[in-house]
């Protein structure tokens, strides 16, 4: 019995002390043959799965691509939905290797939080979605009102700053999802819904009727979404980081999906760099060569994965406006791949 | 094993000073040593989860300690029974998430307790009506899980309330999808005087009951003690409130935009979380209060008929005192209960200790370590003192043996 116990003590302690020193991520998704993804329980456009149960979104086409550039396949990802509050806490932990879910860049969770932002996948900002009929034309109007938001958030803030910095009162109630603070503003529980707009449009599709809500004009704040990794794995840290830089790049280029394979032969050397044809390929990543053509292959280019989730392919037909690349008027530039 | 320690120096063998027996096969040391051996395991265990975590935190680059709690906050939160504002800081969100926990459960306990003590009786009735009803409710309530009764409260009863303009309006209070808001109470000058009333005819009917107890055992006559103190404490100071002439203003709600101003409005989230935790406890505590007056031998309810003592007197002096001994250990453990299921609130979006603390300020702060420790301390420390509460409570309940 005695023995029993000091074996346990042992054995957990041991165990306790492991947890130190953590392997490299990279290995660790390798040897496990899976990504490990967390997303939202369901934003339409950014991660939600389909009638087949198959997760469709902007935030999972960043885990496909991770995953192509790592396993090979952009199939091989399990996604884990996480709600707002536990998302830091599942990448500390290990849970995940990845967080995408439309997680706002801010300074306080780059710096304290012991995690990296590794770019940005969409640039978002802060709206107030409210009925129709009550003729509202700005935020100002909102005195005195009962907001619905989600905890967790830089939107919970942003609405307490804005309406503070108005002298404007305002009653949150705040939920633990975000689908659960947009159905609450649909039933009536209160008079504006609040969240980042490309979710609000989103979520309004799937109101009783969307066509009675509308977004008032003010745009609250600044929210660069993108993926999140743990800090101190830097390899990892630029796997994610170049994933995105080569979705951009191929955009920029013009390969897509459809012509990867006839692109390969091109003479252009930036393509050629592009499709691991020549240039720096996998070496300094620590992945196969073909990477990036991997991911142009199986997940396609930024504007396929725009056009197909968010933008004019998807049912929230969300202008490209300032997520547009660099040379089109937006703010989307990646660094050359050479 | 202890039982083989005597055989092993034989009986009648000289204990000389250089005795056989070895210190560890004496038990008493032997206990000693394997105490203290354990001690020390569990210490070294707990000392290695402590510095592994911090180490881990530091490597990670985690920022720690407790400095988060003077930050400040910058979110809002719907209910708070002490000043709060966005510019308050993470410290005081801990306090406005422990007072609204606390207030549910609080509220929840009286409750669940009258609830509970009605339908227990109610299931033991003669009546064969009422009996079978409060069987079904008990029944029912008790077998649903507590999370799908606080869903069903909240999204399917109180979100089919109609909207603020077209409010159920009854007695100046309004009904509303928002909750319920009623006139505010208004103090004005006098009023002071009404709350001295109201101690004087406290302190006046402990006085008259202890002259009616000396009455009894003196002479054996009842006084209506009861009765005497009640109007005493309702009576005196509402004549002290007519005599100052009604120092009581109200605030009454008005519509005003969207929301309705002034009065007191009280939450649909509070409200769902109420009901739910009511109306479960209160069927584990019917239970409760059956099986304890069951306890009690049915020979003394017949020597309290031989001795010709009425019914409702039999309930209070025969039954009820006895029946608590069997009651109040079995009721401690609901109230612990109701006080740790009231963290059930974040998911109707009532914002306690749980939903504020352990939620938002976790969440903006990244401190889980901190945040999670704090929180299960306060459940420990409210769990802790309603026990100790009970137990005092117990101990003079208990019957007295001479």
């Given at each position: 019995m005695m023995k029993k116990a000091l074996a346990t003590a042992i054995v957990m302690s041991t165990a306790i002390s492991g947890l130190a020193a953590a392997e490299g991520t990279l290995e660790a998704v390798k040897a496990r043959g899976v990504l490990h993804c967390g997303v939202t329980s369901g934003v339409p456009g950014f991660s939600v799965p389909d009638e087949q149960?198959?997760?469709?979104?902007?935030?999972?086409?960043?885990?496909?691509?991770?995953?192509?550039?790592?396993?090979?396949?952009?199939?091989?990802?399990?996604?884990?939905?996480?709600?707002?509050?536990?998302?830091?806490?599942?990448?500390?932990?290990?849970?995940?290797d990845v967080l995408s879910r439309v997680t706002t860049w801010t300074q306080t969770r780059d710096t304290q939080l012991g995690l990296n932002f590794t770019g940005v996948t969409y640039y978002d900002g802060q709206g107030f979605l409210v009925k129709k009929d009550l003729g509202l034309t700005s935020v100002k109007e909102l005195d005195g009102a009962t907001v619905c938001v989600q905890s967790g958030t830089t939107t919970e803030l942003n609405l307490s700053d804005y309406f503070r910095a108005n002298g404007i009162t305002f009653t949150p109630v705040v939920f633990d999802t975000n689908e659960q603070a947009a159905s609450s503003f649909d039933t009536g529980r209160c008079d504006s819904f609040t969240t980042d707009l490309s979710q609000a449009y989103g979520l309004r599709t799937r109101m009783s009727d969307p066509d009675a809500v509308v977004a008032l004009p003010e745009v609250i704040s600044k929210e660069p979404l993108g993926p999140v990794v743990?800090?101190?794995?830097?390899?990892?840290?630029?796997?994610?980081?170049?994933?995105?830089?080569?979705?951009?790049?191929?955009?920029?280029?013009?390969?897509?999906?459809?012509?990867?394979?006839?692109?390969?032969?091109?003479?252009?050397?930036?393509?050629?760099r592009l499709l691991g044809v020549d240039g720096p390929k996998g070496k300094g990543l620590d992945i196969a060569d073909d990477w990036s053509y991997q991911i142009i292959k199986q997940v396609g280019n930024y504007a396929e994965s725009f056009d197909r989730n968010v933008g004019k392919d998807s049912a929230l037909k969300i202008d490209r406006g300032i997520n547009a690349l660099w040379n089109q008027g937006g703010f989307q530039y990646a660094p050359p791949m050479r | 094993m202890s039982e083989d320690t005597p055989k092993a120096d034989k009986p009648g063998s000289s204990r000389a000073p250089s005795s056989e027996t070895r210190f560890w096969n004496d038990p008493a040391k032997r206990a000693l040593i394997f105490q203290a051996l354990l001690i020390g395991i569990i210490g070294f265990f707990l000392f290695s989860i402590v510095s592994n975590t911090l180490n881990n935190l530091e490597?990670?680059?985690?920022?720690?300690?407790?400095?988060?709690?003077?930050?400040?906050?910058?979110?809002?939160?719907?209910?708070?029974?002490?000043?709060?504002?966005?510019?308050?800081?993470?410290?005081?969100?801990?306090?406005?998430?422990?007072?609204?926990?606390?207030?549910?459960?609080?509220?929840?306990?009286?409750?669940?307790?009258l609830l509970g003590f009605v339908m227990g009786v109610a299931r033991l009735s003669d009546n064969w009506m009422i009996a079978k009803l409060s069987t079904i409710y008990i029944e029912i309530f008790r077998n649903i899980p507590l999370l799908l009764q606080m869903f069903f409260w909240y999204f399917a009863v109180l979100r089919s309330l109609p909207s603020p303009r077209q409010s159920i309006e009854f007695l100046g209070s309004f009904l509303n999808v928002r909750g319920l808001s009623v006139p505010r109470p208004v103090a004005e000058e006098g009023l002071g005087?009404?709350?001295?009333?109201?101690?004087?005819?406290?302190?006046?009917?402990?006085?008259?009951?202890?002259?009616?107890?000396r009455r009894q055992d003196a002479t054996g006559q009842i006084f209506p003690s009861g009765w005497a103190s009640t109007g005493l404490i309702l009576g005196l100071p509402l004549l002290t409130f007519v005599i100052m002439g009604a120092p009581l203003s109200l605030d009454a709600p008005q519509l005003r935009g969207f929301n309705f101003t002034g009065g007191m409005t009280l939450m649909p989230e509070l409200v769902a979380l109420w009901l739910a935790?009511?109306?479960?406890?209160?069927?584990?505590?019917?239970?409760?209060?059956?099986?304890g007056i069951l306890a009690?031998?049915?020979?003394?309810?017949?020597?309290?008929?031989?001795?010709g003592l009425p019914k409702t007197r039999t309930l209070r002096l025969i039954v009820i005192p006895q029946a608590m001994r069997v009651i109040i250990p079995p009721l401690t453990?609901?109230?612990?209960?109701?006080?740790?299921?009231?963290?059930?609130?974040?998911?109707?979006?009532?914002?306690?200790?749980?939903?504020?603390?352990?939620?938002?300020?976790?969440?903006?702060?990244?401190?889980?370590?901190?945040?999670?420790?704090?929180t299960m301390a306060v459940y420990?420390?409210?769990?802790?003192?309603?026990?100790?509460?009970?137990?005092?409570?117990?101990?003079?309940?208990?019957?007295v043996e001479r």
């Open positions: 149960g198959n997760w469709k979104g902007l935030d999972v086409d960043v885990c496909r691509s991770v995953a192509a550039a790592t396993l090979g396949d952009a199939t091989k990802v399990k996604y884990i939905p996480l709600t707002a509050k536990e998302r830091f806490t599942a990448l500390q932990s290990g849970e995940i743990r800090q101190g794995d830097d390899q990892w840290f630029n796997i994610v980081k170049w994933s995105l830089f080569a979705m951009l790049n191929a955009e920029e280029l013009g390969v897509t999906s459809a012509n990867a394979d006839e692109m390969k032969s091109s003479e252009n050397p930036n393509i050629k | 490597t990670r680059g985690i920022t720690t300690g407790f400095g988060f709690l003077t930050d400040e906050a910058g979110f809002s939160i719907p209910l708070s029974l002490i000043d709060y504002t966005a510019a308050d800081s993470y410290g005081r969100t801990f306090i406005v998430g422990l007072l609204n926990t606390i207030l549910v459960s609080v509220l929840g306990i009286i409750a669940a307790t005087m009404v709350f001295w009333a109201f101690v004087v005819a406290i302190v006046l009917s402990l006085i008259l009951v202890r002259w009616a107890h935790l009511t109306i479960y406890t209160s069927t584990f505590i019917a239970e409760t209060v059956r099986g009690v031998p049915k020979g003394q309810l017949e020597a309290a008929s031989a001795l453990s609901q109230y612990l209960n109701l006080t740790k299921n009231s963290s059930l609130a974040t998911a109707i979006g009532y914002p306690d200790l749980v939903s504020v603390f352990a939620g938002t300020t976790l969440n903006q702060t990244g401190q889980a370590i901190e945040v999670i420790s704090m420990l420390t409210l769990s802790l003192l309603t026990s100790l509460f009970m137990n005092w409570y117990n101990k003079r309940m208990a019957l």
